[in-house]
């Protein structure tokens, strides 16, 4: 089964920074968006961030001016710059993506963040 491969993830101080990154097989084409998911134990799986491939971007209001999502020069690429990370930011982080005109799906394997001090 086709995976988005991410990045390891981190341990950082609150107030710094990471910035995982994901890549998406070339064998994927057209891919229509991506996105940053977390989920902490219990809770619910959260939409943090999303691109479209035409740049427009989505922020949940948690990482509002904190988090930045960019692609990579292949658009088969996807970062999330997090800054000022706190310690609620901490949890496992999923990176997504739909492509093609049946508007398949694919997720990352997930890299855990971890905010403390």
């Known amino acids: 089964q086709v995976q988005l491969v991410e990045s390891v993830g981190g341990l950082v101080q609150p107030r710094g920074s990471l910035r995982p990154s994901c890549a998406a097989p070339?064998?994927?084409?057209?891919?229509?968006?991506m996105c940053w998911y977390r989920q902490a134990p219990g809770k619910e799986r959260e939409l943090v961030a999303r691109?479209?491939?035409?740049?427009?971007?989505y922020y949940a209001d948690s990482v509002k001016g904190r988090f930045t999502i960019s692609r990579g020069n292949t658009k088969n690429t996807l970062h999330l710059q997090m800054d000022s990370l706190k310690p609620e930011d901490t949890t496992v982080y999923y990176c997504?993506?739909?492509?093609?005109?049946?508007?398949?799906?694919?997720w990352g394997q997930g890299t855990q963040v971890t905010v403390s001090s």
């Open positions: 997504y993506a739909v492509a093609g005109t049946t508007s398949r799906t694919y």
């Open positions: 070339t064998s994927i084409f057209s891919i229509n968006f």
């Open positions: 691109i479209t491939s035409g740049g427009s971007t």
